[in-house]
């Protein structure tokens, strides 16, 4: 096994190859290379999203350049389910050969969208390249960081009026024996991986102790991108569609080649909380707050909310 980064890795059992992935020179590296799994991605809350945007397509577009220069013979790539989108009609479970739906946008499922597209130009460029698309479902495990496990940071559960949403997890090893599967070629193509089944909301509040605050649609994503749009969150207001609305997939390859998840979802958001109790999180801002930033779920809650008790308040004084 060839470990490929920008520095040397402390994983004893890899030979390590130091370089960028972005730089041309890597079909040089991986010429004796025959399946290449690209992780190398910037999919951080915080990041600037122009320079995660230009580093993940970069890296992306290099590796499968280089690999078909190189005659890799297979190149195993991770986005996520999010491509599916996060709808309230949406079926549940949506099958893994669904439309992709989600909304072009400046967020990281605008990356993983981005990604695919070159995934897709690549298989017509390079027919000998085999391409496999892992899309697992809300990540979770240690150190993972992302919108999804942010919303369980904060002091309420947004949701929207008229729609419950259904909560699916993938946990990293999980989504490693998945990896492994695709990169000896016993899966391939497009690629759903995540715990069986679902959690309802009821159960999710019934787990963490969280309340929910349940809003107008409108309301909701109205003030989520007016925030976007002012900077006080980094991330669209379409990041919240998958808090508040159902994106369960069916992994349906990944069952019929014998493969079944070691967590459940129930254990898999268990530590979730667990992860959760060792951040120092206000409103869903990371602390120290000047190095920090509201996610948009956080950030919608908090003005909304804070608006509303004004509103009680001034009503009171009437009275």
């Known amino acids: 096994m060839v470990a490929i980064d920008e520095e040397r890795g402390d994983v004893q059992e890899a030979t390590w190859r130091v370089i960028d992935v972005r730089d041309p020179l890597l079909a040089n590296r991986i010429s004796d290379i025959d399946v ?8 951080a809350v915080d990041s600037d999203p122009r320079e995660r945007r230009a580093y993940n397509l970069r890296a992306a577009q290099t590796v499968l350049t280089a690999s078909a220069a190189a005659r890799v013979r297979r190149v195993v790539l991770l986005t996520s389910a999010m491509v599916y989108g ?5 079926e549940v479970p949506l099958p893994e050969d669904a439309p992709v739906a989600a909304e072009p946008d400046t967020g990281v499922v605008g990356d993983h969208l981005e990604i695919e597209a070159l995934a897709r130009r690549s298989l017509r460029s390079h027919p000998g390249l085999e391409v496999t698309v892992l899309r697992p479902a809300a990540v979770v495990g240690p150190g993972v960081d992302t919108v999804i496990t942010r919303h369980f940071e904060s002091p309420r559960l947004l949701t929207v009026k008229g729609c419950s949403p259904r909560w699916q997890f993938c946990h990293v090893d999980d989504l490693l024996s998945a990896l492994e ?63 508040v609305y159902p994106w369960v997939v069916d992994c349906t390859s990944l069952r019929e080649a014998g493969w079944k998840p070691a967590w459940t979802n129930e254990a898999a958001f268990g530590q979730l909380l667990e992860l959760r109790e060792k951040a120092t999180t206000v409103v869903g801002r990371r602390l120290p707050v000047k190095e920090a930033t509201l996610t948009a779920a956080g950030a919608t809650v908090a003005v909304i909310g804070t608006a509303a008790i004004v509103r009680q308040v001034r009503r009171k004084r009437r009275q």
């Open 181 to 243: 599967l695709a990169a000896r070629g016993v899966v391939g193509g497009v690629v759903a991986v995540g715990c069986d089944g679902w959690l309802e909301q009821e159960q999710v509040e019934e787990m963490s102790g969280l309340r929910r605050f349940e809003l107008p649609a409108g309301l909701t994503f109205g003030t989520a991108q007016r925030l976007h749009r002012l900077g006080i969150t980094p991330a669209p207001a379409t990041d919240l569609h998958y808090v």
């Open 86 to 90: 996060a709808a309230a009609e949406n």
């Open 36 to 43: 290449v799994v690209h992780l190398a991605g910037d999919y």
